[in-house]
């Protein structure tokens, strides 16, 4: 007897545990976009939460560069839709018989990752901005607490993992067809080499800064509710 596998079916248990899991990763992206939209937090003691920074309406261009970024891209397709496995033609999918037909209809929009990555460069000075606000959120003093730190190793992660972005390679790397040979341009090189480097660690960066940024953003959740967290160390009158 033929399994509904060969006949180019999931069986109801693996029906089912896909869409679990597929269920579960909308269900979790509709609460988080419920608590960011419906619950916003307004700057808390010199603090601005990262998720509203400059404004709320950034949220959806960085949900859209994490999305897009390949480091979650090979995560929920192996993991969650498994589907590509691997970029191996023979393991990629086709044994299950789903063909694999690339980015098309909703997935499209992965293509669209480069022009994601340039608003995230243009949104990341305003997380160093926050920093400082944050030391002098009080006329006449500088004021460096736990939070400020906080806020600065949230924009730092940010930055790592933005230039570590595969895309950030086309930017340094782009339109230079050699970088071994003479005539080649030594400062971008360097910077090649560097953002290179940097890449290797992309995918932790990639996860590792979105933990941190929400951990900032539930930090700042508690303080207004009260929880004292905040430490300061250093208060001095400017
Ligand atoms: Fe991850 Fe671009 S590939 S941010």
């Known amino acids: 007897m033929m399994s509904s596998k060969k006949e180019g079916r999931f069986s109801v248990p ?14 979790l992206l509709l609460l988080a976009g419920a608590v960011l939209f419906l619950n916003p937090v307004n700057p808390y003691h010199g603090y601005v939460d990262p998720f509203y920074s400059p404004t709320v309406f950034v949220i959806p261009i960085v949900a859209l560069f994490r999305v897009t970024c390949y480091a979650y891209r090979k995560d929920y397709y192996r993991h969650v839709f498994k589907h590509p496995l691997a970029c191996r033609a023979d393991i990629r999918g086709e044994k299950d018989n789903r063909a694999y037909s690339g980015e098309r209809t909703l997935f499209a929009l992965n293509n669209f990752h480069r022009y994601f990555l340039y608003a995230g460069i243009l949104i990341l000075p305003f997380f160093y901005w926050d920093f400082y606000k944050s030391l002098i959120w009080q006329t ?21 993992w933005t230039v570590s972005c595969h895309a950030f390679r086309h930017l340094t790397g782009g339109r230079t067809d050699c970088y071994s040979c003479k005539a080649a ?12 480097f940097l890449n290797k660690f992309h995918e932790n960066l990639a996860f590792i800064s979105l933990v941190v940024v929400i951990g900032v953003d539930i ?20």
């Open 14 to 27: 693996e029906l089912l545990e896909f869409n679990w899991r597929m269920w579960s990763f909308v269900l």
């Open 140 to 160: 006449g003093y500088f004021d460096l607490r736990l939070g400020s730190l906080l806020l600065l190793f949230n924009a730092i992660l940010l930055t790592l």
């Open 185 to 196: 341009p030594q400062f971008r090189k360097k910077f090649y080499l560097g953002q290179s």
């Open 219 to 238: 930090y700042i959740r508690a303080l207004m509710a009260g929880m004292p967290l905040d430490f300061t160390f250093i208060k001095v009158l400017l």
